[in-house]
């Protein structure tokens, strides 16, 4: 992936997260607009919205679209910190249009729901429609639902929710890309692996902290409604400060990729050899060639190329 150019891997990147904060997102606005579903649809809808990321950029990309995983990729020489700007700045890019369309298509709806609540935008309860988009702590409709004091959880432990949900997914990623690791799964079921795990996540975390497990799920959405008229609701933010989901998923990355490298990988051995196709693969290196010297295993050119390399 690393052969392809870096614009068409950035652009990759931006897609994906266009698409989080587009239909991913969407699935938030048509349950709180709607009241039509619940915590644990909303989850699977979500993971089912992440696996379509990773089918349209894995296989371009790498598919990161999560700056917290690029970083902690690129922190353990899984990839180059050249291109982890690029990345980054795509990534929320990306996060900025996709909540851009997704007002676009639900302005109407968001206002007849921020009517009915009696929400003023940029006042602390504009947080209630602004979850449609950026991140808050705790969850500002399971809060209202069961009458939560803002305080219920501070921002240490806000931090550390992120970091914990982060860490989680980090080894899961590691996991995956280990090549020693016997269970690792193709991309297609690596697809469904991670969108079934970030569908966990929401599931257990969402109560807390949203479970936004990626700075540029957060913080491109958050830019785009700064201009939509959220202001303070969204920087500095409301209970908790924005930065809150910056800074504990790359915390959790880091902590999640040094547990991998430094523990849970250590366990593992390279693969073993398949023997018995390593000797049908000798056995035809041994035939010799119609025409040509039996004690040859090659051309002259090809024995140049074994000769000249390490």
């Known amino acids: 992936m690393e052969n392809l150019a870096l614009w068409k891997r950035a652009l990759a990147e931006f897609s994906a997260v266009f698409l989080l904060a587009s239909i991913g997102l969407m699935t938030v606005a048509t349950a709180l607009t709607t009241g039509a579903y619940g915590l644990f649809e909303l989850s699977i809808a979500f993971g089912f919205a992440i696996t379509v990321m990773v089918v349209v ?44 369309v997704l007002y676009f298509f639900f ?88 969108g079934f795990i970030i569908a966990f996540i929401i599931m257990v975390e969402a109560p807390l902290t949203m479970a936004c497990i990626n700075p540029a799920r957060d913080l491109g959405p958050r830019i785009a409604i700064t201009v939509l008229g959220w202001g303070a609701a969204a920087f500095p933010g409301v209970g908790r400060p924005w930065w809150v989901w910056t800074v504990g998923p790359i915390l959790g990355a880091l902590v999640g990729g040094a547990a991998w490298s430094f523990v849970f990988g250590r366990f593992l051995t390279p693969r073993p050899v398949d023997l018995e196709a390593a000797g049908v693969q000798a056995d035809r290196l041994e035939t010799p060639t119609p025409g040509g010297d039996p004690h040859r295993h090659g051309s002259d050119e090809d024995e140049g190329d074994r000769t000249s390399r390490p």
């Open 57 to 100: 950029s894995a296989a371009v990309s790498g598919g990161h679209f999560n700056p917290a995983i690029t970083i902690m990729l690129a922190s353990f020489r899984r990839f180059p910190w050249r291109d982890v700007p690029v990345y980054i700045a795509a990534q929320i890019s990306g996060g900025v249009l996709g909540a851009l």
């Open 107 to 194: 302005s109407g709806p968001i206002r007849a729901f921020e009517a009915a609540s009696k929400i003023t935008r940029g006042q602390p309860n504009s947080s209630l429609s602004g979850m449609i988009f950026a991140c808050y702590s705790p969850n500002p409709a399971i809060a209202a639902a069961q009458k939560w004091p803002l305080n219920i959880i501070n921002t240490p432990t806000a931090v550390l929710a992120e970091a914990f949900a982060t860490f989680i997914l980090a080894i899961v990623i590691f996991a995956a890309v280990d090549t020693r690791n016997s269970f690792a799964p193709s991309l297609p079921l690596f697809a469904l692996w991670i």
